[in-house]
């Protein structure tokens, strides 16, 4: 079955480490997403990329970083620069607009991350 | 900048009844809007997409429809079953964007059997 796999599940950071979340699809599609999901605030766009080796700042990207080396993956990393990193954090994947009547998401399962 | 409202927030129905959720967004320009549901501590799943040119989608109970010029969306639900329980996302994206969702906050239905 095609779909987006997030891992680990749970995550706990100690202060000042840093931790890479995990996200791999097998739907072929060339965009990926993550957000991040805090309660009451709804969902909010961390980073985004629409090819490979290519990224873009969404509204919050401030401590975090991502790469985009193959296009199944799109790994985010939480650094010890995010002051707040605990929330539930979600990837995505799309085809992009225009490649064909079907654009729409499929998210992944999520990661929720504890500072401890 | 777009914004997506959903209302109410929170709403608790009995079993059986028929209900309507609602969306709006403050720019019509949109490319499509999909309705998501979110259990407790889970991912989404994609309930209706619906693309800009289309008024309405259907799948089993759910009934979603679109009116761009009004910038309002519905999510009717027929039947409500105690499994239908969960969060409800609508979101939009953007025409001429980068294909970004924008979400609304959602809203948590309670079905009581």
């Known amino acids: 079955d095609g779909g987006i796999t997030q891992s680990p599940k749970y995550l706990f950071r100690k202060e000042g480490q840093n931790v890479t979340l995990s996200c791999e699809q097998n739907?072929?599609?060339?965009?990926m997403y993550w957000y991040r999901q805090d309660p009451g605030q709804g969902l909010r766009l961390i980073y985004y990329s629409q090819i490979v080796n290519d990224f873009q700042k969404g509204d919050i990207a401030e401590g975090y970083s991502v790469s985009r080396e193959k296009k199944e993956s799109f790994p985010l990393t939480v650094t010890s620069a995010q002051k707040n990193p605990t929330a539930f954090y979600l990837c995505a994947s799309s085809i992009l607009p225009g490649q064909g009547v079907n654009y729409g998401y499929t998210f992944g399962s999520g990661t929720r991350l504890t500072v401890v | 900048k777009q914004e997506v409202t959903q209302i109410p927030a929170a709403l608790s129905v009995p079993e059986g009844e028929n209900l309507v959720l609602n969306c709006s967004f403050t720019?019509?320009?949109?490319?499509?809007l999909q309705w998501f549901r979110q259990d407790p501590g889970k991912g989404l799943t994609s309930l209706l997409l619906?693309?800009?040119?289309?008024r309405e989608q259907t799948s089993g109970r759910l009934n979603a429809s679109l009116d761009k010029s009004s910038g309002r969306s519905t999510l009717y639900i027929a039947a409500s079953q105690p499994g239908d329980s969960a969060t409800y996302l609508c979101a939009v994206v953007l025409g001429g964007s980068q294909g970004n969702l924008i979400f609304g906050k959602g809203t948590k239905l309670s079905v009581k059997p």
């Open positions: 720019d019509s320009a949109i490319y499509n």
């Open positions: 739907l072929n599609h060339d965009a």
């Open positions: 619906i693309q800009s040119s289309q």
